[in-house]
C-alpha cells in the first residue's frame, strides 16, 4: 500500500519560505490525486492545497493561495509545497495525503497519510 513520508519543515520568520516534500512509494502511486492538509492546535484539519496525478489540475485552500504552490515529480514519487509569505498564523504540522481516485479538497476522502512535518513560523 501507499507510504508517505514529509519533510522539510522547520522554523522560519514570518514572511520567510519553506519548501516542504513529500516522498511516496507503493503501486498506483502515480495515477493518486494527492495533497496537502495542515492542523494546529485547538484546530481542525484544514485543506491547503491539492494535486491531480497529471499535476495539471491544482487547488489552493482559501487562506493560503497566491502563496503557496504545489507542485510533484512523478518519476520521483514526491509531491513538494513551496511555502512563501509564511504567517505566524500558517504554524501547524503539515500532512500529505494520496487517494486512490483524483484529488480532492476532503481530507475525509483521502486512504493514505504521511505522520506530518511541523511547520513553525515566528512573528
Known amino acids: 500500500q501507499v507510504q508517505l513520508v514529509e519533510s522539510g519543515g522547520g522554523l522560519v520568520q514570518a514572511g520567510g519560505s519553506l519548501r516542504l516534500s513529500c516522498a511516496a512509494s507503493?503501486?498506483?502511486?502515480?495515477?493518486?490525486?494527492m495533497g496537502w492538509f495542515r492542523q494546529a492546535p485547538g484546530k481542525e484539519r484544514e485543506f491547503v492545497a491539492t494535486?491531480?496525478?497529471?499535476?495539471?489540475?491544482?487547488y489552493y485552500g482559501d487562506f493560503v493561495k497566491g502563496r503557496f504552490t504545489i507542485a510533484r515529480d512523478n518519476a520521483k514519487n514526491t509531491m513538494y509545497l513551496q511555502m512563501n509569505s509564511l504567517k505566524p498564523e500558517d504554524t501547524a504540522v503539515y500532512y500529505c495525503?494520496?487517494?486512490?481516485?483524483?484529488?480532492?479538497?476532503?481530507?475525509?476522502?483521502?486512504?493514505?497519510w504521511g505522520q506530518g512535518t511541523q511547520v513553525t513560523v515566528s512573528s
Open positions: 507503493g503501486p498506483t502511486t502515480s495515477r493518486n490525486g
Open positions: 495525503a494520496s487517494r486512490g481516485g483524483s484529488s480532492s479538497g476532503d481530507w475525509k476522502e483521502y486512504d493514505y
Open positions: 494535486i491531480s496525478w497529471n499535476g495539471i489540475n491544482k
